[in-house]
């Protein structure tokens, strides 16, 4: 197994001079469009696009998602990429994305994303993300384009008992 996939670069970059498929190109153009601090289920990119699936735009996210910020693109639940947990959570926490913290008893207490806060629903490219105004901690943080997307899940707001935090 390479650096790249064992550190969240994973296989999401398109071999050299290969052309990306058209679906392929619309999605990472709508992840592309996801404000820093906001989400979109692989769901919601299929609506907005008018075709294919949350599977589809998982399979475009795994095979080129490293092009775009693969981390605004998530699960309906808000459950965070398996394998890339902490390189997302590191992304959210930079961005300022809205979370909730993970039960006592949910297994690595990771959190998950805040849906209801963080979900963008593509409408108002000029809408403020949570934390408007704050500086971003660096450069970085928009060229790491590194890390494939994963296949979307079913699943709604997060578990009981638990606190939103960002």
Avoid: N
């Amino acid at each position: 197994m390479s650096k790249d996939q064992t550190d969240g670069g994973g296989s999401g970059t398109a071999p050299a001079g290969a052309e990306l498929p058209e679906y392929a190109e619309r999605v990472l153009d709508v992840a592309d469009l996801i404000p820093p601090g906001r989400v979109m289920t692989y769901g919601d990119i299929a609506e907005w696009l008018g075709e294919g699936g949350p599977r589809q735009v998982g399979r475009v996210m795994a095979l080129y998602g490293s092009a775009v910020p693969w981390w605004r693109v998530v699960r309906s639940d808000g459950t965070l990429l398996p394998a890339h947990e902490l390189r997302a959570l590191d992304h959210y926490r930079a961005e300022g994305t809205p979370l909730r913290e993970a039960s006592h008893r949910a297994e690595g207490h990771i959190p998950r994303i805040d849906m209801r806060r963080a979900r963008w629903d593509g409408g108002g490219q000029a809408e403020a993300a949570p934390d408007e105004g704050r500086e971003p901690d660096g450069p970085g943080d928009r060229g790491d384009r590194g890390g494939p997307g994963g296949p979307g899940g079913p699943g709604g707001p997060g578990e009981p008992g638990e606190k939103a935090h960002t």
